[in-house]
């Protein structure tokens, strides 16, 4: 038992301790979603609200920064993923996926990106009882509360573009979070997105590519909500 202990413990530990220290960010990532596009979202700890915006090309067998923006994060800092809660106001950490982008101007001529314009009728449903609980709706649905959603058209500077991230997303879990976005600066800390200027949020949209799969990965630079766990 104790020979079969020591053999998975040692199978274990790649995933654990980063194998290459003196690559770039991805390149110490246990797993960065396949593709060869990868954004970061790094803060210096969980209770920071702002950090650094990264995104990455992997070229050749290794991961080169393709950007880099200040970005900023909750206002009360960032959260793991699996055991966030709706409302705390907390970025959630982990790796996610990019569903699409959006926003309420036009998209950026030359995106490749799948791009949803934004209409007076464009809601996030974030309400818990709904059917369409962290889905965008047009229109609001009977069983979705306006008070417990977001009109997309109300915050046309932060929507202006946007990426969706895809935290609580395939399969959403109540109560743990919806519409967690990578949008254009507000006037501070986010309620839960992280948030680049306008000029950044539009040099990832013209550089991101569908058919590269980019993922998102959301933490900070070391502890137990590190980047590198993922």
Same mark, same amino acid.
Request: some cysteine; charged content about 15%; glycine content about 12%.
């Given at each position: 038992?104790?020979?079969?202990a020591l053999l998975l413990a040692s199978l274990l530990v790649p995933l654990a301790v980063p194998a290459h220290p ?11 979603? @396949?593709? $060869?596009?990868?954004? #970061? *979202?790094? &803060? ?102 306006? @008070?417990? $959603?977001?009109?997309? #058209? *109300?915050? &046309? ?7 969706v991230i895809g935290f609580n997303y395939g399969r959403p879990v109540r109560g743990r979070g919806a519409g967690i ?50």
């Amino acid at each position: 038992m104790r020979i079969a202990a020591l053999l998975l413990a040692s199978l274990l530990v790649p995933l654990a301790v980063p194998a290459h220290p003196g690559q770039p960010l991805p390149g110490r990532m246990a797993y960065t979603g @396949g593709g $060869s596009q990868l954004i #970061t *979202a790094e &803060a210096p700890s969980p209770g920071a609200t702002t950090g650094t915006l990264t995104w990455w090309d992997r070229r050749g067998g290794r991961w080169v920064a393709a950007g880099s923006a200040p970005a900023r994060f909750g206002a009360k800092g960032l959260a793991e993923g699996e055991s966030r809660v709706q409302g705390t106001d907390t970025t959630p950490t982990g790796l996610f996926t990019l569903p699409y982008a959006f926003g309420v101007a036009p998209a950026p001529h030359g995106i490749h990106y799948p791009y949803r314009r934004a209409t007076d009728q464009s809601w996030w449903c974030q309400d818990n009882e709904s059917r369409r609980y962290n889905r965008w709706v047009e229109g609001l649905p009977r069983d979705c509360r306006a @008070g417990e $959603s977001e009109h997309l #058209t *109300a915050y &046309a500077s932060q929507y202006a573009r946007a990426l969706v991230i895809g935290f609580n997303y395939g399969r959403p879990v109540r109560g743990r979070g919806a519409g967690i976005f990578l949008h254009v600066n507000g006037r501070g800390a986010t309620a839960g997105c992280v948030s680049v200027s306008a000029e950044a949020m539009d040099r990832v949209l013209m550089w991101v590519h569908p058919l590269r799969r980019p993922h998102i990965a959301i933490g900070t630079t070391s502890g137990p909500t590190a980047i590198t766990r993922y």
